[in-house]
């Protein structure tokens, strides 16, 4: 179980670079290509009909190649959206002696590796702080977006101590949410049961 952790991380750490170096690198390049090709337009505006066709040529192909690089990008930013919900279900399968429930809109998406680690990290946290702290039979996984902010909200049916409040677990969630602009927040509910919520502002999201 944990080397399958490892593994996926490492494909993730490889994807995220490899986004970035093709974003980045390829993406500059193919910027500054794009502006001497215009300046060379600029440069020699009584060439022929041939030089002209040659140049309109490089300027369209340029263009593509742009398009084909934020396609590519887009996809691998898919890859990690879908791989985010795929990881959460699988979690929650593998809970014992606890149902969870997930509620959430699929069509959210969570394009950034980094923030998807670190939500996943803080949602098994908090499962973890259910079993080991609470009495509880069920637990609620929910997941909302509006127009400012990403949420996420953990429920139990528990009987909470103080102790999930003030422990580790909790300040480790706490962190985690600040690295990636962030926070959390918990509260003992009036019925029955604890709650942690998690916010990411939406522009942390773009």
Not at 67 to 82: D, H, I, M, P
Not at 86 to 109: G, H, R, W, Y
Not at 135 to 154: E, F, G, P
């Amino acid at each position: 179980m944990a080397q399958g952790r490892l593994a996926e991380q490492s494909r993730r750490d490889e994807r995220r670079k490899i986004r970035q170096d093709l974003h980045d690198k390829m993406g500059h390049e193919l910027a500054a290509m794009n502006i001497n090709l215009q300046l060379l337009e600029h440069k020699f505006p009584d060439k022929g009909a041939d030089e002209k066709h040659t140049l309109v040529q490089a300027q369209e192909a340029c263009q593509r190649l742009f398009s084909t690089l934020g396609n590519v990008v887009g996809e691998l930013r898919k890859q990690t959206n879908a791989q985010f919900y795929e990881q959460l279900e699988q979690m929650i399968a593998n809970v014992p002696s606890l149902t969870i429930t997930l509620e959430c809109d699929f069509a959210l998406k969570i394009q950034d590796d980094v923030i998807a680690d670190n939500l996943l990290c803080c949602i098994q946290e908090g499962i973890t702080n259910i079993l080991k702290h609470s009495r509880a039979t069920r637990a609620w996984i929910i997941i909302k977006y509006d127009d400012q902010n990403l949420s996420v909200l953990l429920q139990d049916n528990g009987n909470t101590s103080t102790d999930i409040v003030a422990g580790n677990g909790i300040q480790g969630i706490k962190q985690r949410m600040g690295i990636i602009g962030g926070r959390a927040h918990t509260d003992i509910l009036d019925t029955q049961g604890f709650e942690v919520s998690l916010t990411l502002p939406r522009e942390a999201l773009v």
